[in-house]
């Protein structure tokens, strides 16, 4: 299977452009993307304080499970077909990387030459507020590199150094993919 | 072309879209990125023979005075909120030395003819040109409460955007009048022309809380956006010039 190296970067593009699309349809209820020299405080009213959803907690069982090291497992699951490129689906360990912390690790799996799942294998628990963001942040993160669409954002500040670790393993995944 | 790479365990990226020779583009990425190592190894708490840690108050290189008057400066005006001495005394550069590092090192892909960029230093960014012909940089900023969702969305050209907040690293910045940690915002976002500004002034409001957002819409800040304890967004525009 041929997966161009220049996917790494798009589904790098695409997680933080599925942020964006999901911060845009959000904003775009409140009032259209702002220009700084103009308008930035059309949002003024609005509180944007999101309550806590049911999501709070799930990622600590999948955070826990799997703390294996290797860089490399290379799993090839349920195809049918081993000679083709159309039906082999796989499931590649991205590279551990390191945040302040601790390391960032996901499983991408591809079918078809496409991501399919996205699992992460660690994030960062002996924080005690990235274990609060992460237990929500990674679900959703995993979504987003599945659902990657539109990029109409072109950089995000203060996003998280996790979300950013993340999409590196799952660049790496990607990489060793190709 | 896009290049990302951990500076002391933050990621860091450059999106480069100037249509440039290879070899020039990849020399001048590196040299930045180079730069931003070398500032990270000389101003690290945590590198017990880095410059920082070494000072004793006495001679210092000519970037360290450059980063310690900027902290001074700052510290005077935001009336001792901000400070680069941590409650137990010791020197933590780290409110300046980021920004600082990260609009250096988007000055060398200037220097080097660079005109269409964005540099993003673990969520401070720097951008420069447009990406796409009538638009700026589209950057997000994010939610504190809600890492899918942003705040807003600042289209910005030739400008920095750096956000401090307590929900990621949890309540480090502290208040330099009490000593105390600070928490009347979750975080503060400042749109200003270069990220040493922005970074320095972004910190200096979570200090301050609520009252520094509009000082700092007089102390250089083209925009704030701030989110307070309660969850309300709160937000300040630089006033025209008369």
């Not at chain 1, 700084?36 to 069982?61: H, K, L, Y």
């Not at chain 1, 500040?157 to 950013?164: D, I, P, R």
């Not at chain 2, 600070?182 to 022309?193: M, Y």
Request: aromatic share 4%; proline share 4%.
């Amino acid at each position: 299977m041929t997966t161009p190296r220049w996917r790494g970067t798009l589904i790098y593009v695409g997680s933080l452009a599925a942020m964006g699309a999901a911060g845009l349809t959000k904003f775009a209820v409140l009032a259209p993307p702002a220009t700084v020299a103009e308008s930035s405080t059309d949002g003024t009213s609005s509180s944007t304080s999101s309550s806590d959803d049911t999501e709070s907690g799930d990622a600590d069982d999948s955070a826990a499970a799997g703390t294996g090291q290797s860089g490399s497992t290379t799993d090839p699951a349920t195809s049918t077909d081993p000679g083709s490129t159309t039906s082999d689906t796989v499931t590649i360990v991205g590279s551990s990387v390191q945040t302040r912390y601790g390391p960032v690790q996901v499983s991408v799996t591809f079918a078809a030459g496409q991501i399919t799942d996205v699992q992460a294998l660690q994030v960062p628990g002996g924080h005690h507020e990235s274990v609060q963001i992460n237990a929500r942040a990674t679900p959703i993160l995993a979504q987003e590199v599945v659902d990657a669409q539109s990029a109409q954002i072109d950089t995000v500040s203060g996003a998280t150094y996790t979300s950013e670790a993340y999409a590196e393993s799952v660049q790496s995944a990607i990489d060793q993919q190709g | 072309m896009r290049h990302l790479e951990l500076v002391m365990g933050i990621p860091m990226s450059v999106d480069v879209r100037d249509v440039v020779d290879e070899q020039v583009e990849r020399a001048a990425v590196r040299d930045a990125f180079d730069r931003m190592h070398d500032a990270d190894r000389r101003f690290s708490r945590y590198l017990p023979d880095s410059e920082v840690s070494r000072y004793d108050g006495g001679g210092a290189s000519s970037d360290l005075r450059e980063v310690l008057g900027i902290a001074e400066r700052f510290g005077e005006l935001s009336g001792g909120a901000f400070s680069v001495r941590r409650p137990d005394g010791s020197l933590d550069t780290d409110g300046v030395v980021k920004g600082w590092a990260a609009q250096r090192a988007a000055d060398t892909l200037t220097a080097a003819g660079l005109t269409t960029f964005c540099l993003n230093a673990g969520g401070d960014v720097v951008v420069r040109g447009e990406p796409e012909g009538g638009r700026g940089w589209n950057v997000g900023v994010r939610d504190p409460s809600d890492p899918q969702s942003f705040l807003t969305v600042l289209e910005v050209r030739d400008g920095a955007v750096a956000t401090s907040g307590t929900y990621e690293r949890g309540e480090h910045v502290w208040d330099g009048r009490t000593g105390q940690v600070a928490t009347g915002l979750r975080s503060a976002t400042v749109v200003a022309a270069d990220l040493t500004t922005a970074d320095v002034l972004a910190t200096c409001v979570l200090a301050l809380g609520p009252d520094g957002i509009a000082w700092a819409s007089q102390h250089g800040a083209a925009a704030v956006l701030a989110v307070d304890a309660d969850g309300e967004l709160l937000t300040a525009l630089q006033a025209a010039p008369a």
